[in-house]
């Protein structure tokens, strides 16, 4: 069964960066298009960042410029470095497949806050 860690998450000032990682247990990695969600209290969990199993990638119009995600298929890993971080981006930060099959289950997810 496939497991998602992830971490990276931390308080940060507002302008400040930060990088997340998930690291993904289970075979099936390499095959999936890989995301970044987050959900903020209140709110519903949205698709921030997304890769393709081939490196092509998408962002929301409201991280564009300023997250950059990454994946390393042999590792196993999925990064999103996030850049000029607002407070509007504290949220909980996930990582999951981006497929229309569905969802691996979900990690604990990493908390940014950003403070203004």
């Known amino acids: 069964q496939v497991q998602l860690v992830e971490s990276g998450g931390g308080l940060v000032q507002a302008g400040g960066s930060l990088r997340l990682s998930c690291v993904v247990s289970?075979?099936?990695?390499?095959?999936?298009?890989m995301g970044w969600y987050r959900q903020a209290p209140g709110k519903q969990r949205e698709l921030v960042a997304s890769?393709?199993?081939?490196?092509?990638?998408n962002y929301a119009d409201s991280v564009k410029g300023r997250f950059t995600i990454f994946r390393d298929n042999a590792k196993k890993i999925v990064d999103l470095q996030m850049n000029n971080l607002k407070p509007e981006d504290t949220a909980v930060y996930y990582c999951?497949?981006?497929?229309?099959?569905?969802?691996?289950?979900w990690g604990q997810g990493t908390q940014v806050t950003v403070s203004s």
């Open positions: 999951n497949a981006d497929s229309p099959l569905g969802y691996y289950p």
């Open positions: 289970g075979s099936t990695f390499s095959i999936n298009a």
């Open positions: 890769i393709s199993r081939s490196g092509s990638t």
